[in-house]
């Protein structure tokens, strides 16, 4: 029922109803926005660890066929030394003598690059196994976040729909003349419906209120911050 007059503690009550619903509203809208980017977190470290293994199934490859080369070589330097045995002139033994060492020359190079390579491999295996334990993580921190917010889901839209209805009662409870002007307001703006006036200023924007509105909402009178349109109260103390 409307009363006519219009109280303060009356209005510090329906600020802090908004506020609360305000804050309620909130970690509804978060609770999705949080997992969203848990999502893509964890599309994230998918897309890492597949570029990881993808990155040492090349090394491997690469390293299976620098071996494969040094392999080829040996033997070659093998088939170069039956030749060498056989040789019917000396210019051929010396050129059958070059080719060898040569070879030799390019498998210890190579011998080198495998070595490199080996290591490199360790290196990626290390990172991939990383990747993985990245990957894990974020699913977990998922999941937990998940249960999280839904498990909050139930009693949060409880408090909402409670709230709502105290705010409803405490609205319906303001002077009639104040109503829908008030009523207004509060649909369009929530909480910044309203704001507190400390130390002659409104609270909601700053500004410094006129001597003529301080004495009228000290006869409990509706005001208005005329700066920003929010409807004005004193502090109940
Ligand atoms: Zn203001």
Same mark, same amino acid.
Do not use: W
């Given at each position: 029922?409307?009363? %006519?007059?219009?109280? !303060?503690?009356?209005? /510090? ?22 997992? =969203? /980017?848990?999502?893509?977190? /964890? =599309? ?14 090349? =090394? ?6 620098? @071996? ?6 040996? *033997? ?13 002139? +000396?210019?051929? $033994? ?49 999941? *937990? ?9 139930? !009693?949060?839209? &409880?408090?909402?729909?409670?709230? &709502? ?6 609205? %319906? ?5 104040? @109503?829908?002007? $008030?009523?207004?307001? !509060?649909? !369009? ?9 400390? +130390?002659? /200023? ?12 301080? *004495? ?10 005329? *700066?920003?349109?929010?409807?004005? $109260?004193?502090?109940? %103390?």
């Amino acid at each position: 029922m409307p009363t %006519d007059k219009l109280t !303060s503690a009356a209005l /510090v009550k329906l600020h802090r109803i908004h506020r609360q619903l305000g804050d309620l509203r909130g970690r509804r809208e978060r609770g999705p926005k949080q997992i =969203a /980017v848990g999502q893509t977190n /964890v =599309a994230k470290k998918e897309e890492e660890l597949k570029a990881a293994k993808e990155t040492l199934t090349r =090394a491997k490859v690469k390293c299976d066929d620098l @071996q494969l080369q040094l392999r080829q070589r040996e *033997s070659r330097i093998e088939d170069l030394k039956l030749k060498l045995n056989a040789a019917n002139s +000396n210019k051929e $033994y010396q050129a059958i003598k070059e080719q060898i060492a040569a070879d030799k020359q390019a498998n210890s190079v190579l011998t080198d690059e495998i070595f490199e390579m080996l290591e490199r491999i360790e290196d990626l295996e290390t990172k991939v196994k990383e990747a993985d334990a990245a990957l894990t993580r974020s699913r977990d921190d998922l999941k *937990s976040l998940t249960q999280k917010v839904e498990g909050e889901r139930a !009693s949060l839209e &409880a408090d909402i729909q409670r709230l &709502a209805g105290e705010l409803h009662t405490a609205e %319906d409870e303001l002077p009639g003349a104040l @109503q829908a002007e $008030y009523k207004r307001l !509060s649909v !369009s703006r929530g909480e910044d419906a309203l704001a507190s006036v400390e +130390n002659d /200023v409104c609270t909601g924007c700053y500004t410094a209120i006129t001597v003529q509105m301080k *004495s009228e909402l000290k006869m409990a009178r509706p005001v208005f911050c005329k *700066s920003c349109g929010r409807l004005l $109260y004193l502090p109940e %103390d």
